[in-house]
């Protein structure tokens, strides 16, 4: 039984399949984006970046960003309040090879929402239109902009339908929702049939987002929602071919296994040695631990590998630990066969 496996439309973007990579600080930087694409993704998006720091060119701000043109097509994510530097930031990055521009209403860390923006732009409809009506006039008509909220600010304010309205009528080409409040932050569980309302108040594409753990929860949220698309955050950490494991799902309703422990241990190598060239060995080392925490979750002897690997400062001595992690959990197997 095909799920779904029409390509998402974003205005003229022509995505091949309709499951995405959330933005993630700290994680969906371009050693990780690059690997998600390549096992499937139909659109990849950076980490969330702040608009102000990217116009004042702070070197950290435009790593985050990266030259776009060869990861076509990528998706840029920016927070900010201000719609004149919001735009200014879309037209940097748009130079800079973006396929899509972002805006970010949805994240509720405090220290983003203390700043005005993130969802703490769903408070204030009127400035969260100009600084839609700002980038979607900054950027030519061939980049689509799009952005993405949360179901409110709290249960007294749930306004994704009319921000979603604002969002049509401003001319933005989708709209993602993440089903939780922001005072929610990422407790309880998301609700996906919440969705529906904004499926329903507009006619752009909307993207669902939140708990997507298993190909049965992206179908899931696909069908309590009736949203054209699924993105995924929290579920690929860890696992970089999760996303291409949903999108052969909705297309096929058969499912692709999780790659070998060998390609395991070789995807995560590949990744380590990214990072280790984007950041350079001490940032790369560091950046990475998590990444490898995430990979190795559930191998016999991880929590006492991880403690070792978090003390190193040598990659080659990361890298003997985990060949020495995965050859042990290999055995296991071969045991138990």
Not at 283 to 305: P, Q
Request: with cysteine; proline share 5%.
């Amino acid at each position: 039984m095909t799920l779904s496996s029409s390509p998402l439309q974003i205005g003229p973007l022509t995505v091949a399949n309709p499951v995405l990579l959330a933005p993630m600080s700290g994680v969906t930087d371009q050693p990780f984006r690059r690997l998600v694409k390549r096992f499937g993704a139909g659109l990849v998006f950076s980490e969330m970046i702040a608009s102000r720091e990217m116009v004042r060119a702070h070197a950290d701000t435009m790593r985050m960003s990266t030259a776009c043109a060869d990861e076509f097509p990528m998706a840029v994510q920016l927070a900010g309040n201000e719609p004149e530097i919001m735009a200014e930031a879309a037209r940097m990055n748009v130079d800079r090879g973006a396929a899509l521009v972002d805006i970010n209403m949805g994240c509720p860390v405090k220290k983003v929402v203390k700043g005005y923006a993130g969802s703490a732009l769903m408070r204030d409809e009127a400035l969260a239109g100009r600084i839609m009506a700002a980038v979607r006039a900054a950027v030519p008509d061939t980049i689509p902009v799009t952005v993405k909220m949360r179901l409110g600010w709290d249960t007294d304010c749930l306004n994704a339908p009319r921000l979603a309205k604002i969002a049509e009528d401003s001319g933005l080409a989708m709209v993602t929702v993440h089903g939780r409040t922001r005072q929610q932050m990422y407790t309880g569980t998301a609700d996906w049939s919440a969705i529906r309302a904004i499926v329903e108040a507009i006619s752009l594409p909307v993207v669902g987002n939140g708990d997507v753990l298993s190909e049965d929860d992206a179908a899931e949220l696909l069908r309590q929602s009736g949203a054209a698309g699924v993105m995924i955050g929290r579920g690929c950490q860890g696992r970089p071919w999760f996303l291409g494991q949903v999108a052969h799902f909705l297309a096929t309703g058969t499912r692709r296994p999780d790659p070998s422990l060998p390609e395991q241990q070789a995807v995560l190598l590949e990744h380590l040695d990214a990072l280790l060239e984007h950041y350079g060995d001490w940032k790369g080392l560091r950046i990475a631990r998590k990444h490898i925490a995430w990979y190795t979750t559930g191998l016999r002897g991880g929590n006492a590998f991880r403690e070792r690997i978090n003390g190193m400062d040598e990659a080659a001595a990361v890298r003997a630990e985990i060949a020495a992690l995965y050859e042990s959990a290999a055995a296991d197997r071969r045991a138990a066969a």
